[in-house]
C-alpha cells in the first residue's frame, strides 16, 4: 500500500535547497504563509492551485530534526532507486534551487556564499551556462581563483557564444586579473550580439581608466557591472544550445536585464 502513496518532496513544497538550514526553511514557510494563508488569499487560495495544508505539513515535517532526518533517508532512497531520467530530473530542480539562493547572495553582496551556491548548482547540473558564467563572475568579485574563474566564463560562451551578459562577465573577470585590453575584447564582443549592453558600454567607456571602476578594496563599484545587479539585474539562465529566438542582431532591443 505505501508503494502506491504518491511521494511529496517537502523541498519542493517550500521552494529550498535540502541543504538549507533552519532558519532559511522557516524564511520560506513565512513567505508561502503570507502569500497563500486562507485568511489572507481568500478565494484565491484554492484557485491558484496551492494547498496550504501541503505547506503546513512541509515545514512540519522539516522544521523538525527528528522527521526531517527521516525524510531525508526516504528522499536518498527514491533518488537511489528511480530511473536516470528522475534522478536527472531531481537534480536538475537541486541545480535551480541553488542558483536561484546563490543569486539572492549575490544580491545582498555575499559572494563568498553565491560561489558555494552555484559551485554546488554546476556539479548537479553542469549543462547551463548561466551557472558557469555567474560562478566565474562571483569568483572574479572576490578576486580568487581567477584562472578558474576565467576558465568558467569560457566554458559558459562555449555553449551560448552569442550571450551578450557571459561576454561582458567574462570581460570583468579579465578586468579583476588586471587585462585590461583582453577584458575591452571581451565588452566589444558582448556589444556585437547587443550594441546597448549597459555593462559593456559603461566599461569601454572607462577604458582609459579601469581603475574607477572598482574601491580601494578591489571590489566593483556599485557603478559598474556590480551595480547594475544590484539594481535589479538579474543573471540569465538559459539551457544550453541556441534558443528559439536564435542570436540577437544588432539594433534588436535587448530583453535579459530589464
Not at 62 to 87: H, N, T
Not at 88 to 100: G, P, T
Not at 195 to 207: C, I, M, S
Amino acid at each position: 500500500m505505501e508503494q502506491n502513496v504518491k511521494f511529496i518532496d517537502y523541498y519542493e513544497v517550500l521552494g529550498v535547497w535540502p541543504t538549507a538550514d533552519a532558519d532559511a526553511i522557516k524564511k520560506a514557510y513565512f513567505k508561502l504563509a503570507k502569500l497563500h494563508h486562507p485568511d489572507v488569499a481568500g478565494e484565491t487560495a484554492s484557485a491558484d492551485g496551492v494547498d496550504f495544508k501541503l505547506i503546513n505539513e512541509a515545514f512540519a515535517v522539516l522544521s523538525d530534526p527528528i522527521q526531517r532526518r527521516e525524510f531525508d533517508e526516504k528522499l536518498k532512497r527514491r533518488s537511489a532507486g528511480g530511473s536516470v531520467a528522475e534522478r536527472r530530473e531531481a537534480d536538475k530542480r537541486s541545480a535551480h534551487l541553488s542558483y536561484e539562493q546563490a543569486r539572492a547572495a549575490m544580491r545582498q553582496n555575499r559572494y563568498d556564499k553565491a560561489v558555494v551556491l552555484l559551485k554546488a548548482a554546476i556539479k548537479y547540473d553542469d549543462s547551463n551556462p548561466a551557472y558557469h558564467s555567474w560562478y566565474g563572475f562571483a569568483l572574479g568579485v572576490l578576486r580568487t581563483q581567477l584562472h578558474e574563474a576565467r576558465d568558467a566564463c569560457k566554458k559558459a560562451l562555449e555553449m551560448e557564444f552569442y550571450n551578450a551578459d557571459y561576454h561582458a562577465n567574462l570581460g570583468f573577470v579579465y578586468l579583476q586579473a588586471g587585462l585590461g585590453s583582453t577584458a575591452m575584447e571581451s565588452f566589444e564582443e558582448a556589444l556585437k550580439w547587443d550594441p546597448d549592453h549597459p555593462v559593456a558600454l559603461r566599461y569601454l567607456k572607462n577604458a582609459k581608466n579601469p581603475k574607477a571602476q572598482t574601491g580601494a578594496n578591489g571590489k566593483p563599484k556599485s557603478g559598474g557591472l556590480l551595480g547594475l545587479f544590484r539594481r535589479g539585474a538579474k543573471p540569465e539562465e538559459k539551457t544550453a544550445g541556441v534558443s528559439s529566438a536564435g542570436p540577437r542582431r544588432a539594433g534588436a532591443k535587448r530583453t535579459s536585464r530589464p
